[in-house]
C-alpha cells in the first residue's frame, strides 16, 4: 500500500467505519488487506475521472455486486467448464474491468483478471501493487497513458 500512497496522496478527512466481518461475510469473501486500506483511506474514489475503485457496502453494493456477476458470467463464457467467481473491484471509463478471482471462499488477492472487451488477462500483483503500475504507465494495454503523474483522487459524494 506505500507504494500507492505515495502516488496518492490520502485526501483530508476520509476514513470509513465499515464493520468489514459483516461485508466480508455478505460477499462470501475476505477482502486483501491492501484493499481495505485502501478504502478506509479513501473510500468509493475515482482516480483522474477514469479509474474507479468500487466498495462493497453501502448504496454502492448493488452496482459492485451486479458489475461481478456480469464479470463472472463473462468469465464462465470465455472458460468453459470454469467454476471462478469475480468480484469486480475497479474498472474504467473505457469499460476496462478489473477483478479478484475467487475459488469457493477463498479470493486470490495477489493476482487481478483484467476484462478487457474481448479477452481475460491475468496479472500477477496484489491490489495496491496493480494500482500503482497503472498509474506509473507500466501497463500499458488498458490504455491508461493519460494516467500519468500527478494524478488526483475525488472520493465520491457520501
Not at 502516488?7 to 488487506?33: C, H, I, M, Q, Y
Not at 463472472?72 to 476496462?96: K, Q, Y
Not at 475467487?102 to 476484462?115: A, E, I
Request: charged share 25%.
Amino acid at each position: 500500500m506505500n507504494e500507492l500512497t505515495a502516488l496518492l496522496a490520502p485526501p483530508d478527512g476520509s476514513s470509513s467505519n465499515v464493520d468489514w466481518l459483516t461485508v466480508e461475510d455478505e460477499w462470501k469473501v475476505r477482502f486483501p488487506e491492501d484493499y481495505v486500506a485502501f478504502v478506509e483511506a479513501y473510500g468509493l474514489a475515482t482516480i483522474d475521472e477514469f479509474l474507479t475503485i468500487e466498495v462493497p457496502f453501502g448504496p454502492e453494493r448493488a452496482a459492485m455486486a451486479e458489475a461481478s456477476q456480469s464479470a463472472t458470467d463473462d468469465f464462465r463464457e470465455g472458460h468453459p467448464g470454469e467454476s471462478l467467481r469475480m468480484v469486480l473491484w475497479g474498472s474504467t471509463i473505457g469499460g476496462v474491468r478489473f477483478c479478484w478471482g475467487v475459488d469457493g471462499d477463498r479470493l486470490d488477492g495477489n493476482s487481478v483478471h483484467v476484462w478487457n472487451f474481448d479477452e481475460w488477462t491475468r496479472h500477477e500483483r496484489d491490489f495496491s501493487g496493480f494500482v500503482a503500475a497503472l498509474l506509473r504507465g507500466e501497463i500499458d494495454e488498458y490504455k491508461i497513458d493519460a494516467l500519468l503523474p500527478p494524478v488526483q483522487v475525488k472520493p465520491e459524494p457520501a
